[in-house]
Each structure stands twice: as C-alpha cells, then as structure tokens.
C-alpha cells in the first residue's frame, strides 16, 4: 500500500467530497433507480440505466477516495534544504536561462498551470532528496534534459 501526500486544505477537501457522495448522491441516485423502476419493463428502461451507471460511478469514487484516505499522509511546506514533497523548488532548463518554480506535491493535488508536480513525476522523482545546486536528469523521447536546481524553500 502506497501512500499518498495531500496537503491539510486537500485532506478537507477529500473529506467533504466523500461526505457529499455518501449522504446526498446515493440518496439522489436510490430516488432516481425507484423512479426508473416504477416506469416498468427494466430491460428496455433508459432511465434506469443510467441510475445504474451513475450508480456504478459514484460508488467508484466513494471506494477511490475512501482509499487515498486510508493512505494518506499531511504535507506541511518544507523549508529545508533537501527536497521533500512540499518543497517549492526553482529549476533552470540547461542550454536556457529561463527559471520554473515548481511545487512538489502529492499526485492528488498536480497542477500544470500553478507549477504543482507530483513527486512521482519524471522531474518531481528526480528532485526528490537533491540540493541547491545539484542537477536533475529527466529521460525523454527526444533525448536527455538536464535542469540544475537554482533554490530549494
């Protein structure tokens, strides 16, 4: 069993998801498949199929989230100068002079626009326990790329 890093915001988050699954959605989809089931032949029931499906969905998430809960483990912000999750690490492309902050984070919580990667992504696994200074070696189809790491906060 993996563990899975979320910040103490995305915990709540999850949390409050899962709630709203258990308590409103299975009531509305349980309404939903009565009302399908009032109207007859079932086998030819557009409507309580996709109860059914809806269904199928929701309990999915329910089990989904219900696992990254057991699993996971609260990020605070790292301040050191080893890279963890919750570092914010500013990186330069060799052969470029251009700067990216990136955020490692748990894979629950990427996102592209805000510069968040998870920490098992080819960057995020290869900063993972580096240092100022250090470099970072990502694989890619069109060869090596290499990013040297400007500051660790």
Request: proline content about 1%; charged content about 30%.
């Amino acid at each position: 069993m993996s563990t899975e890093y979320v910040s103490a915001e995305r915990l709540v988050e999850l949390k409050e998801e899962l709630n709203t699954l258990k308590t409103i959605e299975r009531k509305k989809i349980a309404e939903q498949l009565e009302y399908a089931k009032s109207l007859g032949d079932l086998s030819e029931n557009a409507e309580y199929h996709e109860a059914r499906e809806a269904q199928v969905t929701v309990e999915d998430r329910i089990e989904y989230l219900e696992d990254i809960l057991k699993r996971a483990i609260i990020v605070q912000a790292k301040g050191g100068s080893i890279i963890d999750v919750g570092s914010t690490v500013v990186v330069e492309r060799e052969g470029t002079k251009a700067e990216q902050t990136v955020v490692i984070v748990g894979s629950e919580e990427i996102n592209a626009t805000q510069g968040k990667i998870s920490n098992t992504s080819p960057l995020g696994s290869q900063l993972i326990g580096k240092k100022k200074g250090d470099t970072a070696i990502i694989s890619t189809p069109r060869g090596d790329v290499t990013y040297r790491i400007i500051t660790v906060q």
